[in-house]
């Protein structure tokens, strides 16, 4: 029996009492008590059951490491604590409220920074006969009428051996969202070495190559981009230096760095496999450009395949890496994409196979160092 129930058969009835009576003859019925000593502990009890596992998960999103806001911490955090459920509902609420604006038209494109040699070094000066991939052609427009310089592919960031190791093309993705700009990185894999960086939390383990770049790396890295889904989401595995650190998986799509320091995507097992001059692989769901078209096998409205994040044809910052037939990389992004017009767009811009990253504007992300 609780306190209150023992206050309540012990003590006169405050209704008895209002009525002019204070003797048992003036009592109310037991049965007829009011009871709201009671109810108030329901709602209380409903909200300490809300308000304590809310507190809990901002709590542990504002201790986690990064640099992204609070809103992306928070939900990374559900999603790694096996909330991923609660954090798609926050996110289709937002990007409900924050979608895209349809139709209009950007001023300008986004101002590029011109090359320049790398300073105090020899690799700035222009080498005769040096190995080099020819530059990119121009990518195929949608939008009329076009923008100056749409689709035209620009040098970026530092000159090695005299040429540019990489380029820049913006461009609209498609006739909808004709306001927002997507961005293309054309890298050459010849002149650049490509290295995959393994995550502070994921995929876990100690590696000879640190999760942030600091010390000397500052000194040699010009660019740095997302991966992928969390493996949880990917669909795919991690496998880095002779060590599988997350199961690699037959069919995914996979970025594939070798010890020479070419790079090739496609679909594991069938156009790329393991053998000892692979030194790196990502894998992150499904081939989205195959053969140098869209991929059957992505039909882009398959929310378990793409992850049950949000929905496939939901109009986000979305991100995605290809190879051209000449063995380049292109890195494409930009804040109005669906899962189709990524893949379109990667195709475009030159890619024969390419492949999803992150998405959502926290995670989408290209960093030029100077």
Not at 53 to 80: C, Y
Not at 210 to 216: E, H, K, L
């Amino acid at each position: 029996m609780t306190a209150s129930d023992l206050r309540a058969r012990n003590t006169p009835s405050r209704h008895a009492v209002a009525a002019g009576g204070s003797g048992p003859s003036r009592r109310m019925p037991r049965h007829k008590r009011p009871r709201w000593h009671r109810l108030w502990r329901l709602p209380v009890s409903l909200l300490l059951a809300v308000a304590v596992p809310a507190m809990i998960t901002l709590v542990g999103a504002a201790r986690s490491p990064g640099n992204q806001n609070f809103e992306a911490k928070w939900a990374d955090w559900l999603r790694s604590h096996h909330l991923a459920s609660v954090a798609k509902e926050f996110e289709t609420i937002y990007y409900e409220q924050h979608a895209p604006a349809k139709g209009g038209r950007p001023r300008a494109l986004n101002p590029v920074v011109r090359p320049s040699p790398l300073e105090g070094s020899a690799a700035g000066r222009t080498v005769a006969g040096a190995r080099h991939l020819p530059p990119p052609v121009a990518i195929p427009l949608v939008v009329a009428p076009a923008l100056p310089g749409e689709g035209e592919w620009q040098p970026v960031g530092p000159l090695v051996g005299g040429f540019p190791g990489m380029y820049v093309a913006q461009f609209r993705a498609d006739t909808t969202y004709t306001s927002q700009i997507t961005s293309a990185v054309w890298i050459d894999p010849t002149l650049l070495r490509v290295s995959l960086v393994p995550g502070a939390s994921e995929p876990g383990g100690t590696w000879s190559v640190p999760p942030d770049i600091t010390g000397a790396a500052l000194a040699t890295t010009i660019a740095a981009f997302n991966g992928g889904f969390r493996f949880q989401d990917a669909h795919g595995g991690f496998y880095l230096d002779g060590r599988v650190a997350v199961p690699l998986q037959s069919g995914a799509a996979s970025i594939v760095i070798y010890r020479n320091g070419s790079v090739d995507i496609g679909a594991w097992g069938t156009d790329l496999t393991m053998t000892p001059d692979v030194q790196a692989v990502l894998q992150n769901l499904v081939p989205i450009v195959d053969d140098g078209r869209t991929a059957s096998d992505a039909t882009y409205d398959d929310a378990k395949l793409w992850g049950t994040t949000i929905g496939t044809k939901t109009v986000v910052a979305r991100s995605g890496i290809g190879v051209t037939a000449s063995g380049a990389l292109v890195y494409v992004a930009g804040p109005a994409l669906s899962a189709r017009s990524l893949a379109e767009s990667l195709q475009r811009a030159g890619a024969v196979r390419a492949m999803s990253l992150d998405i959502n504007p926290e995670w989408v992300t290209f960093n030029f160092f100077q």
